[in-house]
């Protein structure tokens, strides 16, 4: 079973930036799409962004578009989050999500990580 940790969350004001990592542990990483999902209080868990396991497509949900980017070192076992332009409204648990599949259109996710708190003060 693979094992997910996250990194890089904390404190920011508007307009800051932050880097997540996660960091995998296993032999599955290189071929698992993954994703990063938030949960804000009060709100259901959902996709942030999500990226294929070796050809790099990603899928950015509407509201990050142009501020987020996903991306991997399948070398590193390690998922990243670069978050630009953050608003009060990112304010979230940041968890990485493994898919059993190569593309992240499958329903098929499986491990969580423990998550990691980002906030963003006006």
């Known amino acids: 079973q693979v094992q997910l940790m996250e990194s890089g969350g904390g404190l920011v004001q508007t307009g800051g930036s932050l880097r997540l990592s996660c960091v995998a542990s296993g032999n599955n990483f290189a071929t698992s799409a993954m994703g990063w999902f938030r949960q804000a209080p009060g709100k259901e868990r959902e996709l942030v962004a999500a990226i294929t396991s070796s050809t790099g497509i990603t899928k950015y949900a509407d509201y990050v578009k142009g501020r987020f980017t996903i991306s991997r070192d399948n070398a590193e076992n390690t998922l990243y989050l670069q978050m630009d332009s953050l608003t009060v409204e990112d304010t979230a648990v940041y968890f990485c999500?493994?898919?059993?599949?190569?593309?992240?259109?499958?329903?098929?996710?499986?491990?969580w990580g423990q998550g990691t708190q980002v906030t963003v003060s006006s």
């Open positions: 999500r493994r898919n059993r599949e190569s593309y992240y259109g499958s329903s098929a996710w499986e491990e």
